[in-house]
């Protein structure tokens, strides 16, 4: 912080006039600035109160999000904007945001019409770090190709005593791994509990010994050669050039993980949104999740 000194006359003493002429002008300015800040701000309440989001407005396109990067939800929302929402009278278009929070943020607040980006877990885990957000599952639409993957192992029976296997750090998909592996024989959970939300704190029987490691979602293909198996999602290991083959095991995922169309609560009975999900609903998407190559192995249709 810088200070400045008071003002003199030119014969160095503290002048009494000079002091009164410039404070003059500075009040004036500031309240100037004040009323501008007021009628600003009164102008924009009443602008505002008047705007809508283009999930209530008839004729405006539904913008639906996904993270910056990902060519195979972009490739599904595409499809769907062209082939099925002009049946139902509505206009779709695809939109990549930078990260988590800011895309269920304007999910939340209107800025755009829903999300395909997450499961059930992982929304529920965004609410609970930002309570003010309002937003729901509306409906589930595909399942992530998601596996055991190995460099070294075939089958996971081949899997030794105390191999070293990777996690991801988050919690909702740490609960997932852990589900796999349970499907795959090589652990067992506490009975009762929400397999959603388990933790390795959750693991009842472990006969092998797995050595869990957690890793980010980037990490996890780059450190398969060094690990005896890797837990995670199809389209992190077929961006890093790793063939399908080295997924050794890889059940459908449970409806708890299955990718949702999330909306905001806010609209969910608005004519726009109630269109849009009938949209997501339409057997033509399951179909294109079937068979168009664009999705192969990474986006799977709901029933297998």
Sequence with gaps: MTQTSSPTTPDGTAGFDVKRRRRGPIVIG??????????????????????????????????????????????????????????YGIKVAFKGLADSTTLNRAVSD??????????????????DANPDFKEVAATPVFR?????????????????????????????????????LERAGLITLKPGI??????????????????????????????????????????????????????????AAPDEFAGQLTIGTRWQNSDNIKKLVAVFKDPAVQEYLRTDPTVKNILLPLQA
Excluded: C, M
């Design 144 to 180: 992530w190709g998601f596996g055991i993957w190995s460099d070294k192992y075939t089958d996971v029976s081949q899997l030794p005593n105390d191999a070293k296997v990777s996690l991801y750090s988050d919690p909702a998909n740490e609960a997932q791994g852990l589900w796999l």
């Design 194 to 251: 929400d397999k959603s939300r388990a933790t390795q704190n959750d693991i009842a029987t472990n006969p092998k010994n797995l050595q869990f490691t957690l890793l980010d979602f980037a990490a996890q293909s780059r450190a398969l050669p060094d690990l005896d198996a890797t837990v995670g999602y199809t389209e992190y290991y077929l961006a890093a050039d790793i063939p399908i083959s080295k997924q050794i095991f890889a059940p």
């Design 110 to 127: 209107g800025e755009v019409a829903g999300t395909i980006y997450q499961h059930k877990r992982w929304l529920s885990q965004v609410l």
């Design 30 to 87: 500031v309240v100037v600035i004040v009323v501008a800040v007021i009628a600003a701000f009164v102008a924009w309440r009443v602008v505002g109160s008047d705007s809508k989001s283009p999930n209530e407005t008839a004729g405006a396109t539904l913008t639906v999000v996904t993270a910056e990067g990902n060519a195979n939800e972009q490739a599904l929302v595409d499809y769907i904007a062209k082939n099925v929402a002009p049946k």
